[in-house]
């Protein structure tokens, strides 16, 4: 975490109040439903100058109030009151970097021709988190390059297994041995 940086003061002063409450994964889950929740007009407006605070509160209480935990909803209005919020994607993305490490969690991307079910993410998850010796967290790309299969990339490892590495390491071998033969 990069603690000069202003989103990473407040990333941090909540990550401590939820080590402090063992809130930890819970506050990580809060933050990523609100990013998900948050739309470009949502953002626009929470951040216009022109808006008063008083409105900007009531919408956010409005939609947000009954659906967070007292601390996470009250850090958002901070970042309201401190006219923060403009940094907030930023400020989630240093929370889940802490959270992540505190928790021994590693996030990765897994690309794949075709979709794949929860049932299939689930357990391609439990394998490569045996392999890290970490809990993983994939989040499916779509990458129909692939032709089939599938590729995953956590931290500096990346796992091949596409019909087009396939392909690729067939194609290779032959010419290899066509040059060498």
């Given at each position: 975490m990069n603690k000069d940086s202003v989103a990473s003061r407040y990333?941090?002063?909540l990550f401590e109040l939820a080590k402090e409450n063992n809130q930890v994964a819970s506050y990580k889950d809060e933050l990523n439903d609100f990013a998900s929740y948050l739309t470009i007009d949502l953002k626009t407006f929470l951040t216009h100058y022109s808006v008063s605070l008083k409105d900007k509160k009531a919408l956010m209480a409005q939609i947000f109030k009954d659906n967070l935990s007292s601390d996470v909803y009250n850090f958002l209005c901070l970042l309201l009151d401190k006219q923060r919020f403009n940094s907030i994607e930023?400020?989630?993305?240093e929370y889940n970097s802490a959270a992540n490490e505190y928790l021994n969690i590693e996030e990765g991307i897994i690309y794949?021709?075709?979709?794949?079910?929860?049932?299939?993410?689930i357990k391609i998850?439990?394998?490569v988190s045996q392999l890290?010796?970490?809990?993983?967290?994939?989040?499916?790309?779509?990458?129909?390059?692939?032709i089939g299969g599938f590729k995953i990339v956590v931290c500096d490892t990346v796992i091949d297994n596409s019909l087009k590495n396939k392909l690729d390491s067939l194609r290779d071998e032959l010419l290899g041995k066509e040059v060498n033969g």
């Open positions: 990333a941090l002063a930023e400020i989630i993305k794949t021709a075709s979709e794949i079910s929860e049932q299939t993410l998850e439990n394998k890290l010796g970490k809990k993983t967290i994939l989040k499916i790309k779509e990458d129909k390059t692939l």
